[in-house]
């Protein structure tokens, strides 16, 4: 069928639409636009050209094999008309057809289609405050704005920095500003934690505390109220709870979330959800049957809740291509939605989940309940390992599993994890599916109980009633208000591990080796809260079952255990 | 409840059904036998103590902080009775009785049981051939046997071994002999490829390359006949097609699996199936309700094929054990089977699986066919990365994944696939579902089109008729035959990557970029079979479509290119 398609917009589900649309059926005439000058890059790559990991620009635009994916490639390669630097200006859905302008020339052109692609994206949000146009402040906007800003760092006129939100990109764009460049970076995020919608705040204070490690500086709980300075961004004005700081700084980079950009689409009279994205059906089309959209400009169905939601992510969009490029050419492919799932590497510490944290459980109306366990990430016999932990966000009642998180420094045996859970998402696991679940096993990997399947065994023991735990900031609030008065912190291990801990809380802390609990019941009283901690959450649920079976009924267990409560800086100072 | 739970075989599943039946019903008698002397051990381990990356044999029978698993650890932390050396003899079951002999002292005990544990495990298989039970013949029946062989080792008197089989413990052993102890080993293999039962001969190829590349020697296609020597092993003689080899060695190791533990069931006239493992139901009984059974001695669901199959995995042990600790506290917990995930790490390569190869799915009747992807493991930008190599096998028609194995020198992340496809396997996916199948996403882990997806994508091609492609044995295949009189092969890489081929095989290879392929069909002849190739079978798949559009008929497609045919050995030499 010879068809005219125009697809509008040329970074990641552009593309990858018009491509598979050209090869199941080679007569059609693929157009495809672009505001940009660059095409068909990895926008997901930029903190890596930012930090110097990517040494050139052209690397994100790039094949495996160095094939610029330029106007020419399109041309000879795929078999595809790419126009950069071409605007669309409106669209004649009663003609079918697209005005668009050469940037360069000012050329106008009408292009007829049968069948239209919007792929447009979405354009970083700005903050409405004096200065936030200055220049030396950034958005991470596209291949260009990076460019920019790596430029500024080549030309050593970079020594201080803020990143104002805490999200992927914001911190990722720190750690490629202090790892590589040694700017001194601070970090500005109006939530109380660091990847606030994506991780609990016990999660996210491990990826914190790393941070801080590596000299990145965090006004938390902050928000940016004025950016000041002579012709060039030169401070930072932050407001807090105890008044305003006054962050001195070369460099502004705002990561505070994008929009999508539906501005033609909505000129054009298409359906766009309150929530601001436009609105799609599982095959993509848009409230015009002939035009589609997807990627970064269009809301999709959250696997989870059920609910639509905005969910900008590269990988998404490659997918969502693919499945527009079948229906322009009649194949009824349909793209389901997505759970959500996200990793995000930083330093030598990696954060990746799927779902709903906690929160956002509740927030969705959901009466959930997390967990947190540790364990190696493979044979705590091998030699290379790491502890790994995880979150478990589950459904009280039905048991079903809404979300689950985890950090690890082994970031792919991490996201390896995380992967299979995800992959299960669309089929509505239960916390017993996670106990049941097959992974590859050899000790060089993974344990032969792996962390998953222990996620769901604690899963499990805590919906059927058979564990209560806490998780690093309740520990935290606890502790910090215990004289001993209210309650009992029994540290299960033996002797020598809970040794430092008697010496520093003396009465407050107390030891009774699991092994011993049962025999020494008269030493826990009864008219008290009991804590449970030991290494890694195992012998305190041991102690729990003991307390349990005793008829002690308010009784908690660290989950996790000193392992987490350490790795979150929830563990007390001895 | 005062039950008396009797639980034969304390080594994986028989510990992890007592721990929990005792956590579920404190009140519950549990005594746990076992023959061996040492009890709770990480059996998987061994070739890690072997090579001595374990340093002591303690380590595989200890907790991740350090507590050795023995009888007192049981009693006091698990309140369980383990009673090592001491051998069940047989099974009243209408006493509801174990009569049990303390190996030590001889003395006989019966216990009476509620409900009865069979976690009997199984036993290697040796071969019926002369000189098998020469000192310095092992086969890795347990930790003592390992105990056994590292003490040879250290004691220096091992210059060369002999593996026999190569499946997963016999390669892992010769990894520990050749790589820890400088061993010059040698792997005897019936079939004509590694790991037979689990890889294609393509990517098993890619596995004996990396091992033969660490100086590790292979006869594939043989046979041991004998093994001779004085008072103990000094040679073993291989029978091939081509004759007799004899091979001097100081020890030999047998892999050549192993057979279920049921001749204390079989006596006690429980069902055994006609390939040997105990006939269990979901909830992991055996005939008799109030006998359970599990782990190696025990037969459990194929959930590819539906059939019983035999799957002696310290993993599933773990969690069967789990499940049976439910059971015998009246929680009807069931074990629904298993699609078989597997990995190993052999030097610096890692490969990973799960479900049938397409060998197993034609054998199970299966319309099935495979095809192979390879791509880089992380984003192509990204600094730190390899190649990753992925064979699906799939049903034709219906689609239905029925396997999925891969490669990868980079063994998280390839596990971390594997995990992700095994998860979905009691799902019963088809190769759409990978297409769709939403991972955890960002540059350093991934690409914004996994290969997980590219799997999905290229099997999705493939069975719509829109691909055809071959794997490195039948390339290797048709270029050994390849004159240029029946086959032409088609280099659609730019020039400077053909041109060392070009001049190699003269009238044999030839080369069209594939974006001029459009405008040079004429060169490319109609009478022959025409074999396309790239660098990863991406372009060469573009290439495709062209021909076919144009009119081609018998052309095929290098499956994962030329990065696939040099990982497996089958690249034209030039």
Known sequence: MRENIVVIGAV???????????????????VMLDRGSRISYGGCGIPYYVSGDVSDADELQSTSFHMLRDAPFFRDIKGVEARPRTEALSIDRAKKTVLARNLDTGAEETLPYDKLVLATGSTPRTLPIPGADLPGVFAVADLDAAVAIRAQLTAGAVGRAVVVGAGFIGLEMAVALADMWGTETSVVEYAASVLPTVLSPGLAAMMERHLREKDIAFRLGAQVTRI???????????????????????????????????????????????????????????????????????????????????????????????????NLCGIPSRFPGAAGAWCVKLFEQN??????????????????????????????????????????????????????????????????????????????????????????????????????????????????????????????????????????????????????????????????????LAGRLAEVPRDRKI????????????????????????????????ATLHKAGADPKV
């Open 531 to 562: 804590v449970l901690v030991c290494n890694s959450g195992a012998r305190s649920y041991e102690a729990y079952v003991i307390l349990a079976h005793a008829g002690y009924t308010d009784v908690v267990n660290v989950a996790g255990g000193m």
């Open 351 to 516: 954060a990746s989940g799927v779902g709903l944290t906690l929160e956002a459980a509740a927030r969705a109306g959901f009466d959930a309940f997390s967990v947190i366990v540790s364990q190696f990430d493979r044979a705590h016999f091998y030699p290379d390992k790491a502890f790994m932990f995880l979150e478990l966000v589950a459904e009280r009642g039905t048991g079903r599993v809404l979300g689950a998180q985890g950090v690890c420094e082994m970031g792919d045996a991490l996201v390896g994890r995380i992967g299979a859970i995800s992959a299960l998402m669309p089929h509505h696991p239960t916390v017993e599916e996670l106990s049941l679940l097959e992974l590859p096993y050899s000790p060089p990997f993974n344990s032969a109980m792996d962390i998953v399947n222990v996620l769901g065994n604690v899963g499990g023991n805590v919906l059927d009633g058979r564990n209560k735990s806490i998780d690093p900031p309740t520990f935290a609030r606890l502790f910090a208000g215990g004289d001993g008065a209210e309650t009992f912190f029994l540290d299960c291990r033996e002797r020598p591990n809970a040794e430092p801990f008697l010496k520093a809380y003396p009465g407050v802390w107390h030891n009774i080796p699991q092994g011993q």
């Open 228 to 326: 000041e300075g002579e012709g060039k961004v030169e401070r930072v004005v932050v407001g807090t709870d105890a008044g305003e700081e006054v962050i001195e700084t070369d460099l502004v980079i705002l990561s505070v979330g994008v929009t999508p950009n539906t501005a033609l689409a909505r000129a054009a009279g298409l359906a766009v959800s309150p929530r601001g994205g436009l609105v799609v059906d599982e095959r993509m089309r848009t409230s015009d049957p002939d035009i589609f959209a997807g990627g970064d400009c269009a809301e999709i169905t959250n696997l989870v809740t059920g609910q639509p939601f905005f969910l900008p992510l590269g990988s998404l969009a490659n997918r969502q291509g693919r499945v527009i490029g079948d």
């Open 12 to 30: 990641a589900l552009g593309p990858k639409a018009a491509c598979r649309c050209k090869r199941l059926n080679p007569e059609a005439r693929v």
